[in-house]
Nanobody
Framework: VQLQASGGGLVQAGGSLRLSCAPS????????VGWFRQAAGKEREFVAA???????YYADSVKGRFTISRDNGAKTVYLQMNSLKPEDTAVYYC???????????????????WGQGTQVTVSS
């Protein structure tokens, strides 16, 4: 499954962006879709995830500012990012898989399918 991530860009602190993640030419067959980010010189970190069964999870650093959602047709997963901070600057990746437990949903190694990443830059 190829994932297409889009929506990144340059925004001032306090601004908003919406990222999109869609599988190429099909609906999501995976049951878990997550967003991760990697800043320059840092390790990839968990941002948010949604399970088709209804669970939604966020990193503490983005709670209250970011919202993950999916459309009813299961063709696109969104990450709405509000009140952006310079420390949110990173390449954002979407990822998907079918069999990830609650205990490991925040670990990037659990995800089999990945998008190419989209750059988010927040200026101060």
């Amino acid at each position: 499954v190829q994932l297409q991530a889009s929506g990144g860009g340059l925004v001032q602190a306090g601004g908003s962006l919406r990222l999109s993640c869609a599988p190429s030419g099909r609906t999501f067959a995976s049951t878990v879709v997550g967003w991760f980010r990697q800043a320059a010189g840092k390790e990839r970190e968990f941002v948010a995830a949604v399970r088709w069964s209804g669970g939604i999870y966020y990193a503490d650093s983005v709670k209250g500012r970011f919202t993950i959602s999916r459309d009813n047709g299961a063709k696109t997963v969104y990450l709405q990012m509000n009140s952006l901070k310079p420390e949110d600057t990173a390449v954002y990746y979407c990822a998907a898989d079918n069999a990830i437990g609650l205990a490991t949903i925040k670990f990037s190694r659990e995800y089999k399918y990945w998008g190419q990443g989209t750059q988010v830059t927040v200026s101060s």
